[in-house]
């Protein structure tokens, strides 16, 4: 049974409630307290982390190995106990390795039959198979974690079922994987049903087993602007946009609104059991600095324009960035949540909040690297050369607290 949607929110029944509020101003001497109420929710509020920046976990600058491949659009990562796993997008491959980074096997290739691909969208592994969605042909696709073909499941079967209320939806794309056997499926309005001007899209969120489907909620879309022009309407992200992130470990669902700066948790087999995380922070404002980060990347080494740099000034609709830029989930149900960029540094902090709520603290990560995965004693990471290539790097991670 769906409850009334609220801005902002993924709607649907909430059974257990963790509130971790990240407190701007001077903290308190207790860091978490925990608190129910009288549906006995759980409630965890967490005033700062257990450590600062450098002083509990550690990412440390030199890879323990470099993955032993020539990679072209990297679009996801794995690492586990004993190897990791790529999507090497352009050449329509799944590459895995050992933890010294000698290849293991090579799953997959360019093509349309069982196992192959047309583009590679992401990978999400579980406990024992991966899987990966191709969105040129709508399908998603899972593999042992040896790399032999199992599965090839088109989401053109689950189309029609998908529909659940009078308003017209088109699927999105599958976003993760969970417990080896659910996709969980975005479903948005088409853009034709949207106005000109800046918008977040209404989405829906389903588990989907097969032909069947569990519908957890709605929930606001990525933010997008439609400005007018001759031939129509065209579309564009404006400057720090807000949106949503889903993410998937195992059983669970991760759903985070960089809006709102919260994090809900559905267990899609028992969809009554919903776990909310909720950052309370004082967002950072929108420096001129953090604006021209913002354009150098957004332009990627072209210098942009006088009027492509106004147009932009004129679609900032926000003082302050988001209050967060990505999240991920380590195998070990560690959420990690990326600060936003506001100057043009090397490298990126991610806080990292325990499963029960507990904020730990800030991990920087290697200058100049994206982390793609966290696993449990290690980090894989994607590093660009200054040649235009791709370099997947596996770092060590020491937990000293």
């Given at each position: 049974?769906?409850?009334?949607?609220?801005?902002?929110?993924?709607?649907?029944?909430?059974?257990?409630?963790?509130?971790?509020?990240?407190?701007?101003?001077?903290?308190?001497?207790?860091?978490?307290?925990?608190?129910?109420?009288?549906?006995?929710?759980?409630?965890?509020?967490?005033?700062?982390?257990?450590?600062?920046?450098?002083?509990?976990?550690?990412?440390?600058?030199?890879?323990?190995?470099?993955?032993?491949?020539?990679?072209?659009?990297?679009?996801?990562?794995?690492?586990?106990?004993?190897?990791?796993?790529?999507?090497?997008?352009?050449?329509?491959?799944?590459?895995?390795?050992?933890?010294?980074?000698?290849?293991?096997?090579?799953?997959?290739?360019?093509?349309?039959?069982p196992g192959e691909f047309r583009g590679i969208a992401?990978?999400?592994?579980?406990?024992?198979?991966?899987?990966?969605?191709?969105?040129?042909?709508?399908?998603?696709?899972?593999?042992?974690?040896?790399?032999?073909?199992?599965?090839?499941?088109?989401?053109?079967?689950?189309?029609?079922?998908?529909?659940?209320?009078?308003?017209?939806?088109?699927?999105?794309g599958a976003h993760a994987i969970v417990a080896d056997?659910?996709?969980?499926?975005?479903?948005?309005?088409?853009?034709?049903?949207?106005?000109?001007?800046?918008?977040?899209?209404?989405?829906?969120?389903?588990?989907?087993?097969?032909?069947?489907?569990?519908?957890?909620?709605?929930?606001?879309?990525?933010?997008?602007?439609?400005?007018?022009?001759?031939?129509?309407?065209?579309?564009?992200?404006?400057?720090?946009?807000?949106?949503?992130?889903?993410?998937?470990?195992?059983?669970?669902?991760?759903?985070?609104?960089?809006?709102?700066?919260?994090?809900?948790?559905?267990?899609?087999?028992?969809?009554?059991?919903?776990?909310?995380?909720?950052?309370?922070?004082?967002?950072?404002?929108?420096?001129?600095?953090?604006?021209?980060?913002?354009?150098?990347?957004?332009?990627?080494?072209?210098?942009?324009?006088?009027?492509?740099?106004?147009?932009?000034?004129?679609?900032?609709?926000?003082?302050?960035?988001?209050?967060?830029?990505?999240?991920?989930?380590?195998?070990?149900?560690?959420?990690?949540?990326?600060?936003?960029?506001?100057?043009?540094?090397?490298?990126?902090?991610?806080?990292?909040?325990?499963?029960?709520?507990?904020?730990?603290?800030?991990?920087?990560?290697?200058?100049?690297?994206?982390?793609?995965?966290v696993g449990s004693r290690h980090v894989l990471g994607?590093?660009?050369?200054?040649?235009?290539?791709?370099?997947?790097?596996?770092?060590?991670?020491?937990?000293?607290?």
């Amino acid at each position: 049974m769906m409850m009334a949607r609220e801005a902002g929110h993924l709607s649907g029944p909430i059974a257990v409630l963790v509130l971790i509020a990240l407190a701007a101003g001077p903290a308190s001497a207790q860091r978490t307290v925990t608190r129910r109420d009288s549906a006995r929710v759980a409630i965890v509020t967490a005033t700062r982390g257990q450590w600062s920046l450098g002083s509990g976990w550690v990412i440390p600058s030199v890879p323990v190995a470099t993955l032993s491949s020539s990679f072209l659009r990297v679009s996801g990562g794995f690492v586990g106990v004993d190897r990791a796993i790529v999507a090497n997008t352009g050449n329509g491959s799944i590459e895995i390795f050992d933890l010294n980074g000698s290849r293991l096997a090579t799953f997959g290739r360019l093509g349309s039959g069982p196992g192959e691909f047309r583009g590679i969208a992401w990978l999400q592994c579980g406990r024992r198979s991966c899987w990966a969605y191709d969105p040129n042909q709508r399908r998603l696709i899972r593999f042992t974690l040896t790399g032999q073909h199992e599965e090839t499941f088109s989401l053109a079967a689950v189309r029609e079922s998908s529909m659940t209320s009078d308003r017209a939806w088109q699927i999105l794309g599958a976003h993760a994987i969970v417990a080896d056997s659910f996709a969980v499926m975005r479903l948005g309005q088409p853009m034709t049903e949207l106005t000109t001007g800046p918008v977040r899209p209404l989405e829906r969120i389903q588990i989907v087993r097969g032909s069947t489907s569990v519908d957890l909620g709605s929930m606001q879309g990525p933010e997008v602007h439609f400005l007018a022009s001759r031939g129509g309407r065209v579309v564009t992200t404006p400057p720090f946009a807000r949106r949503s992130i889903v993410r998937a470990r195992q059983d669970l669902v991760y759903v985070a609104d960089s809006e709102r700066d919260e994090v809900r948790v559905y267990r899609p087999l028992s969809p009554t059991s919903v776990q909310l995380i909720r950052l309370v922070r004082q967002p950072t404002p929108i420096t001129e600095d953090a604006f021209s980060e913002y354009l150098r990347q957004r332009f990627r080494g072209v210098t942009p324009t006088p009027e492509a740099i106004e147009l932009q000034r004129s679609l900032l609709g926000h003082r302050t960035t988001a209050f967060f830029d990505d999240m991920m989930v380590s195998t070990d149900g560690f959420v990690w949540l990326l600060d936003p960029k506001t100057g043009r540094t090397g490298s990126r902090t991610w806080q990292v909040i325990q499963p029960d709520g507990v904020w730990l603290g800030g991990v920087e990560a290697p200058a100049g690297v994206a982390i793609l995965h966290v696993g449990s004693r290690h980090v894989l990471g994607l590093r660009e050369t200054g040649d235009g290539e791709e370099r997947v790097e596996l770092f060590g991670l020491v937990k000293r607290r």
